[in-house]
């Protein structure tokens, strides 16, 4: 898993960090590398079927998308040395 840096529309560079995905059952376990940055400016949104994990770092975007079933819930996350792990549950 490397980063990738993308050009937004604006022409600033997105840093794309390296995400790992899995599923058991109900819960998808998403994990991202965010080396370097501090937990309170790492955002996570949860908008219909996206997880949208963010941040800014000096004068570039970090920024991952990931498609999750709708209705999906956080329930649970954790950030500890660089790696955010976040537990969704997927709706009955």
Do not use: W, Y
């Not at 790992?20 to 219909?48: A, F, T, W, Y």
């Amino acid at each position: 898993m490397g980063t990738t840096k993308r050009l937004r529309k604006d022409k600033k560079p997105v840093i794309v960090p390296p995400t790992g995905i899995s599923e058991n059952g109900r819960s998808i376990c998403i994990i991202s590398q965010l080396h370097g940055i501090p937990e309170e400016d790492i955002r996570i949104d949860l908008e219909r079927n996206q997880l949208i994990i963010s941040a800014l770092v000096r004068t570039e975007k970090v920024m991952r998308k990931i498609t999750v079933p709708e209705g999906s819930q956080i329930s649970k996350k954790k950030f500890r040395d660089g790696i955010l792990e976040i537990i969704l549950e997927r709706p009955l």
